[in-house]
């Protein structure tokens, strides 16, 4: 049973450029969330997709966006790169349970992303 | 509001000791509290969680104690052996929301 798959596993950008990061899902799961975890420190939510639409959004800019198909796969955009921008960004995915939406968080191991 | 605060920032422990990790939160409405593990390379990975119904959870060698008047939450890891070393997070948050606050983490080395 394949966990939570993320690609790539390194990314390396310059400034002002755009990113993609990609995730599939746990098996069974229909939830995505984006995190950020910058060196030394704990994630940070980004944002959370379910049934295709962004449900619930942290504190990041709109250059962060999102999608999420019908397969549950999603992407992260990152546009405009900035050097603050680096960091491992993760994905989690978890199966929607009514008002429970903190069901357990299953992590993919993360997209390097380093901006020069 | 948002914040939870976790400490240490690193723990060194003899094997078979036992490890103790605090964290305390602001936001009276938080009403999930996971503690994952990291280790180098990887995604975090869930440990153990507990609502605040519950003061005490025991999973195994790893326990949580929780005491919602004092807003605090800590995690025991009895026995602690090297393979526990890790970075350990605690998080918090809202099982009607979507998203959890994550402490900075707690560098675990566990000594043979």
């Known amino acids: 049973d394949a966990g939570v798959t993320q690609s790539p596993t390194h990314l390396i950008k310059t400034r002002g450029q755009q990113v993609t990061l990609r995730c599939s899902p746990k098996s069974g799961h229909d939830t995505v969330s984006w995190y950020q975890q910058a060196l030394g420190q704990g994630p940070q939510f980004i944002f959370q997709y379910y049934e295709e639409e962004e449900r619930q959004r942290g504190n990041f800019p709109d250059r962060f966006s999102g999608h999420q198909f019908p397969n549950y796969s999603s992407e992260l955009n990152v546009n405009a790169l900035l050097l603050g921008d680096s960091a491992l960004y993760l994905c989690?995915?978890?199966?929607?349970?009514?008002?429970?939406?903190?069901?357990?968080?299953?992590f993919g191991n993360g997209t390097r992303l380093t901006v020069t | 509001q948002q914040q939870v605060k976790q400490s240490p920032q690193s723990l060194i422990v003899q094997k078979g000791g036992i490890s103790i990790i605090n964290c305390a939160y602001e936001n009276t409405a938080f009403d999930y509290f996971p503690w994952y593990q990291q280790f180098p390379g990887k995604g975090p990975a869930l440990l153990i969680a507990?609502?605040?119904?519950?003061s005490e959870k025991k999973e195994g060698r790893f326990t949580i104690s929780f005491n919602k008047s004092a807003k605090q939450f800590s995690l025991h890891i009895m026995d602690s052996q090297p393979g526990d070393s890790a970075t350990y997070f605690c998080a918090a948050g809202e099982r009607s929301q979507g998203n959890l606050i994550f402490g900075k983490g707690t560098k675990l080395s566990v000594k043979p």
């Open positions: 507990i609502r605040p119904d519950v």
């Open positions: 989690a995915s978890s199966v929607y349970q009514g008002a429970n939406y903190n069901s357990p968080l299953h």
